[in-house]
């Protein structure tokens, strides 16, 4: 087992690959899971091994591309805190949150299996889990749309540049009103710890769904 | 005591004893008729605080998806071939699953040529020619029709054999049996059959060089997916079923 830092092999964008590579299979996931596009739109596809269900409309597909293309230079400088879906309802209240909290070791200790084999594993747990989770959840209410929320370790006026990556798609502070939830519901969904990335999801649910 | 400005008070007051208490006490009684200002406290300019707890978002909206688009992409999919196999196979693993690291855009680039934009003859064109072997499963819906019925031959031949419910075996279609009917035409309405629950427990694979079509399924369904093969296909002659390792054990 070898002992490296961040700097070496350019490890923070292998992380940051195969988190995007994840929360982008997550929140398709999510979106089908939690009714925010109808079903229609998914196909089912195979993902660590487990069935997911993924959108084919190219409009969605774009936005969530473009959506996790900006966040990747965060989660690679270890910028990123917090990514959460945010589900709305149709007055632009959170009535979800799926937070995924990521912290990343600043000494990463590698061997053969552990990119592949264990973190592939940790992740489809990740899934599987997010594939269930309407079991504990209320429905929510027709007309509700999503964002991606971005929590960064520092003020995020300072990580605003770091964002605008694509020319046509840019950032801004999110409002207070996106981001507060009246009487949060807390369930927690899993927790992954491996040698390049801890992470746990959570969801906070708002508990009077029905505005 | 008199005003020096609006903001200063002097007090000139000569001690007998010293006594600092008695100084103190006399401003502050001197002092209660003036209105007291509470200073604000001092926030920084930058960053400001409220800013450290927000976090970023897109501008842009996700997408709105109506019923109109909706449409459309439900005709495109039926249409299209199938993308995803019900049972792994090396060859459609390999073509399907996403790759575990680095980023695979497989999704965007099959459904990409999905929306208005996308309804040219050329990129239709273009999209008929992946030919794809292996079919779709969908678990959605429930079978219509009775599919549970058994034929006394057919329960002979199962009781013969042992064999069980849940076992999978396969009929087969190959170029004598498509003396009527286009191989290509009868996959593409296997493949709808399929995907809308008409077939249960059913997958198929086409060998397009051996113009041979197999569909699996269980060995409970076994009878009726040949019989709606035979009726719903136009297939003639006859089919074969096959079970591994005993071979061909029956025909319709």
């Known amino acids: 087992m070898t002992t490296l830092t961040r700097q070496d092999l350019n490890f923070g964008q292998v992380v940051a690959d195969i988190l995007c590579e994840f929360l982008e299979v997550a929140i398709h996931l999510i979106l089908y899971v939690r009714e925010v596009y109808p079903s229609g739109i998914f196909q089912k596809r195979k993902k660590y091994n487990v069935p997911v269900q993924m959108s084919c409309h190219p409009e969605l597909n774009q936005y969530i591309h473009d959506t996790l293309h900006c966040v990747k230079p965060l989660i690679e400088k270890n ?3 917090k990514v959460v879906v945010v589900i709305m309802d149709k007055e632009h209240h959170p009535v979800e949150r799926f937070v995924f909290e990521i912290s990343q070791p600043p000494l990463l200790s590698i061997s053969s299996d552990t990119l592949l084999s264990h973190v592939e594993q940790l992740l489809r747990a990740v899934i599987l889990k997010i594939s ?3 079991a504990v ?3 929510n209410p027709p007309g509700c749309t999503f964002t991606v929320l971005v929590h960064t370790r520092e003020a995020a006026t300072r990580n605003m540049e770091k964002v605008q990556v694509i020319k046509d798609f840019p950032w801004i502070v999110a409002d207070e009103q996106e981001v507060h939830m009246q009487e949060p519901r807390l369930i927690p969904l899993k927790t992954i710890t491996s040698d390049i990335v801890k992470m746990q999801l959570y969801v ?3 508990a009077q769904k029905a505005s | 005591m008199r005003w020096q400005n609006l903001m200063d008070v002097l007090l000139h007051y000569k001690s007998t004893d010293g006594s600092l208490k008695v100084l103190v006490d006399k401003t502050e009684k001197a002092l209660e008729d003036f209105p007291c200002r509470v200073l604000p406290i001092f926030t920084p300019w930058f960053p400001p ?10 501008l842009k909206s996700p997408p709105i998806i109506s019923l109109e688009d909706l449409e459309n992409i439900q005709t495109h999919l039926q249409s299209a071939e199938p993308l995803l196999t019900s049972h792994p196979c090396a060859e459609s693993i390999q073509n399907l699953a996403l790759t575990s690291l680095g980023r695979s855009t497989l999704h965007v680039q ?8 996308a309804q040219n003859k050329d990129t239709l064109h273009s999209e008929r020619e992946v030919k794809r072997s292996w079919s779709v499963f969908s678990q959605r819906g429930l079978y219509i029709h009775n599919t549970l019925t058994f034929s006394k031959q057919f329960h002979k031949v199962v009781w013969k054999h042992r064999l069980h419910m849940r076992q999978r075996a396969k009929w087969v279609i190959d170029k004598l049996n498509f003396v009527t009917g286009d191989i290509e035409h009868t996959w593409r309405g296997l493949n709808r059959a399929i995907r809308n629950s008409m077939l249960p427990t059913c997958n198929a694979n086409i060998q397009r060089d051996l113009t041979q079509i197999c569909v699996f399924c269980d060995v409970l369904y076994c009878e009726y997916v040949g019989n709606y093969l035979k009726e719903e296909f136009q297939v003639t002659g006859q089919i ?3 079970v591994h390792r005993l071979g061909d054990i029956f025909t319709l």
Do not use: Y
């Not at chain 2, 605080?49 to 897109?58: G, H, M, T, W």
């Not at chain 2, 099959?110 to 934009?117: D, E, L, W, Y």
């Open chain 1, 132 to 134: 269930v989770c309407d």
């Open chain 1, 204 to 206: 906070e649910e708002r």
């Open chain 2, 240 to 242: 074969t079923l096959f």
């Open chain 1, 137 to 139: 959840l209320e429905n």
């Open chain 1, 79 to 81: 910028d990123a805190e």
């Open chain 2, 49 to 58: 605080e409220s800013d450290k707890l927000l976090p970023i978002r897109p």
């Open chain 2, 110 to 117: 099959a459904c990409s040529k999905i929306g208005p934009s």
